[in-house]
């Protein structure tokens, strides 16, 4: 008989080996939990007839939930229930919603990203970020860049795969057994080999972007394989794995100008530093429209949107480059 290593002792170790605390874990294992149960619902919802606009009332006369609200209240549960955090930040909810002052951690969060998949069962994403509060001196609770994450990641749903980036100690990513426990845990580094770099966007913006940028996509497009979900967890989990970029460029120029975004579409705290972290420690890169690291912008909301170039170092350099001209 073959015992699995298990996620959460992995983790365990990680906290032992680097002489800090098990709060940690504690903080995992809500979300580990949630993710589960995120799973169970997308698999199970529509079976139930719990899933559907809001608003709406099933055969039951229960309330249904959308799948983005089933998600964020499992979350929210369960992060409250680990009595670390002391405030959230979810896609889901206009303010940081407040959990425990004594926790130590913060954590931002996007319950279910994609969600423009749900109805098609296609792979969505569980993206988290943790910080950790000031704990010896003056703490104002302001909104961390990624640059002061302590972790990051990324839970595939319903695939079951789990990818998290820990500060300094690079992205492990570990399947779901039959047992719906982590196990497995295996380090993943961007691979160098341009041959199998791949490009993701929505090309059906191409002719919006700015001229710099379709220049850069002209010239690099014919090089590589195009592949694209519409789910930054699916296509960035991709990309970790072959390499390449995913970008979500500044809209600048629609035929319908009120439809441009100069901005980008992507949320900085939940979605672009949550992806930039996981590059970052996979030995990656990511910017913004004008060439600045993800990981260095401090959002001022929690909301804030970006535009993001995210993925093999060498590629996202070239794209700073082309973008500061
Ligand atoms: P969501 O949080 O409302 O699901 O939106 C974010 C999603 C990302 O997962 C994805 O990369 C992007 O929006 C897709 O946008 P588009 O449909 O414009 O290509
Ligand atoms: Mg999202």
């Known amino acids: 008989m073959k015992l ?12 032992e080996e680097h002489g800090r605390s098990y709060n940690f874990l ?6 580990m939990t949630a993710a589960k149960y995120i799973q169970h619902y997308y698999h199970t919802g529509s079976l139930k007839n719990l899933l559907g606009a809001t608003g709406d009332t099933n055969v039951q006369g229960e309330r249904v939930m959308t799948m983005d609200a089933v998600a964020n209240e499992i979350v929210l549960h369960y992060l409250r229930q680990s009595h670390q ?22 954590v931002y969060f996007d319950p279910l990203d994609g969600s423009s998949n749900i109805r098609h069962n296609l792979p969505v994403g569980f993206l988290f970020a943790v910080a950790k509060c000031n704990l010896k001196g003056d703490e104002d609770h302001h909104l961390r860049p990624g640059r002061e994450f302590r972790a990051a990641g990324i839970f595939l ?3 079951g795969v789990f990818t998290l980036a820990l500060a300094d100690a690079g992205v492990w990513r570990s399947s779901m057994d039959e047992t719906m426990t982590w196990v497995r845990p295996e380090r993943l580094i961007l691979p160098e080999d341009r041959a199998d770099w791949e490009l993701s966007f929505n090309s059906s913006n191409r ?25 930054l967890a699916g296509d960035f989990h991709r990309l970790l794995t ?23 579409k992507l949320r900085l705290l939940y979605e672009a530093a949550v992806v930039a972290f996981l590059a970052h420690e996979a030995g990656g890169a990511a910017v913004d429209e004008q060439g600045r ?25 070239d794209m700073r480059a082309c973008l500061r001209g």
Do not use: C
């Not at 699995?4 to 906290?15: A, K």
């Not at 504690?26 to 979300?31: D, G, R, Y």
């Not at 405030?87 to 004594?102: G, I, Y």
């Not at 919006?208 to 789910?231: C, I, K, N």
């Open 293 to 317: 690291d993800i990981l260095d912008l401090t959002p001022t909301d929690p909301h804030q949107r970006t535009a993001l170039y995210v993925g093999s170092r060498e590629m996202v350099e």
């Open 242 to 264: 072959n390499g390449g970029m995913f970008l979500y460029p500044a809209i600048v120029n629609h035929p319908d100008p009120k439809k441009n975004r100069p901005q980008g």
């Open 207 to 231: 002719r919006t972007f700015s001229e710099r940028v379709q220049g850069w996509l002209d010239r690099q497009e014919p090089q590589h394989a195009f592949r694209y979900m519409g789910a």
């Open 157 to 159: 749903i319903p695939t």
């Open 26 to 31: 504690l903080l995992m294992e809500a979300v």
């Open 85 to 106: 955090v002391v405030h959230a930040v979810s896609e889901e909810e206009r303010e940081p919603v407040l959990m425990n002052p004594a926790g130590r951690y913060y």
């Open 4 to 15: 699995e290593q298990t996620f959460t002792h992995f983790l365990l170790r990680h906290q």
